[in-house]
């Protein structure tokens, strides 16, 4: 017997991660997310262990222009990924470093996430 339930190749990282992110539980999890930071415009919000993005525009037009957007990664494809996904929105920055060991000085984000 097969299932169409697993995969039967092991996919791409940045893709599964997108994919899972588009489902109905996914985008209920990010609206959810979102609510619950309770970001306002002009903070600035950290997201630690930003994988390749995902969640950055998101949260960059959640402190609008006038805010910023921190990730950091210590996966240098993942945060190459995110930088290139986040090109052109001037209020990201993606930083490569350990999370337990933030590339930040201390008080600098409003708020934070991470999951």
Request: hydrophobic share 35%; proline share 4%; aromatic share 4%.
């Amino acid at each position: 017997m097969t299932s169409s339930v697993f995969e039967t190749i092991t996919p791409d990282a940045f893709a599964y991660l997108d994919r899972v992110a588009s489902t109905d539980p996914g985008r209920s999890y990010k609206l959810r997310m979102l609510d619950e930071l309770a970001i306002r415009a002009g903070e600035t919000v950290l997201d630690l262990g930003c994988g390749p993005g995902t969640d950055l525009a998101a949260l960059a037009d959640a402190v609008t222009g006038t805010g910023t957007v921190i990730g950091v990664d210590h996966d240098r494809a993942s945060a190459d990924a995110a930088t290139d996904r986040t090109a052109g929105r001037g209020n990201v920055t993606v930083r490569l470093g350990d999370i337990h060991e933030l590339p930040l000085p201390d008080d600098s984000a409003d708020r934070a996430r991470t999951d």
